[in-house]
């Protein structure tokens, strides 16, 4: 059987860190190592990992100074390759937990498939393990997905999410990617490149996987850096995908403007600072450039359709205000343009009643 390393990024986790790790060790499938790599802790977690480590042979231990999730997770791939015979890599976060037989049906399913990837779904709970009610999947069966339909995991109606950590890769696939540093969302940056790298890409309903969110997470609370960070990857990943894969443009379509949606969600009514003018004058960008039949799919969410809806209504009325406002400016400063052309341009776009 294939051995796999599992690498989990350690940042004052203490609270959490032991049943993460005996989660893991536990697992059902035994022909795994595990690399803890911490990040600069201050809360003990070194320590603890440090003790599991002179328990089990094996267990790595990498401490480095603190810089990031994305390096972390290059060090600890890195550390798999240069150090490790395995054939795979997995990844979990360091408050989260592995069902019992999560390796043993990831790796089932790699091998009579030969999967380069095996995707699987999650359970999400809170602080205290209370199932929150839903996590991943809108899949009901076993599925493969041959080389041009591999990204659809990714993508709407699947929606299994750019995350590391509810997929086993095969380890070849990280030769020429790494995850970007200073970055916020690092796995919506590199996650499709991967994909685009398998051959053979396999989806398991099974919920393996138990996520643990935070009401203070990133994704729930970060700022306007994260919503840009998030709009960019989520902007190169759709980018890619349709250029390169135009018979999955509509669902590549449908996932990046539900992102869009969920960021517009986010941002806070009365923040009128320059990084979210910019971020809204960019998703404005995309929202006018896009055809109708894209933006308008019946693979986007619901809710996403009414924000799109409204922030299209939005832009029109602007668009319509300003060129009304631009008219009358030429009409007073008796401009090179024929009066006479601009009435009736007046007339044509907003009716006789407001010609003024």
Request: aromatic share 12%; proline share 3%; hydrophobic share 35%.
């Amino acid at each position: 059987m294939p051995k796999v390393s599992i690498i989990v990024p350690v940042y004052n986790a203490k609270k959490y860190l032991k049943d993460c790790i005996d989660s893991i060790l536990k697992q059902s499938f035994q022909d795994f190592d595990l690399i803890l790599v911490d990040d600069g802790s201050t809360d003990g977690s070194i320590e603890l990992c440090r003790a599991y480590a002179d328990d089990y042979a094996r267990i790595n231990l990498i401490c480095k100074e603190n810089g990031g999730i994305s390096s972390v997770r290059n060090i600890g791939v890195n550390w798999a390759i240069d150090n490790s015979d395995s054939d795979f890599i997995l990844f979990i976060d360091s408050d989260d937990l592995m069902k019992k037989n999560l390796l043993e049906r990831v790796i089932i399913s790699q091998k009579e498939n030969n999967a380069d990837i095996v995707c699987f779904g999650f359970e999400m709970v809170n602080d205290n393990l209370e199932n929150l009610g839903w996590g991943s999947t809108q899949a009901t069966d076993f599925e493969i997905f041959n080389p041009d339909k591999r990204f659809l995991p990714l993508l709407p109606p699947y929606d299994y999410g750019d995350y590391v950590w509810n997929k086993l890769f095969k380890k070849t696939l990280f030769s020429n990617i790494s995850f970007p540093e200073g970055m916020t969302f690092e796995d919506t940056y590199t996650t499709y490149k991967f994909f685009n790298n398998a051959k053979t890409v396999v989806l398991l309903p099974d919920r393996l996987y138990i996520y643990r969110r935070h009401s203070d997470s990133i994704t729930t609370k970060g700022g306007a850096r994260a919503k840009s960070d998030f709009f960019e990857a989520t902007r190169q990943k759709y980018n890619f995908i349709s250029e390169n894969y135009s018979g999955l443009s509509k669902n590549a379509a449908a996932g990046f403007i539900n992102s869009i949606a969920a960021i517009l969600k986010q941002i806070p009514i009365c923040d009128k600072s320059n990084e979210y003018k910019k971020l809204l004058f960019e998703i404005r960008g995309f929202i006018l450039k896009t055809p109708y039949e894209l933006k308008n799919n019946s693979l986007c969410n619901g809710e996403a359709l009414i924000i799109i809806d409204k922030l299209e209504q939005g832009i029109n009325s602007y668009k319509m205000y300003r060129t009304k406002r631009e008219l009358n400016k030429r009409i007073k400063k008796g401009s090179n343009t024929a009066v006479g052309l601009v009435m009736s341009i007046k007339k044509r776009l907003f009716g006789s009643k407001n010609i003024k």
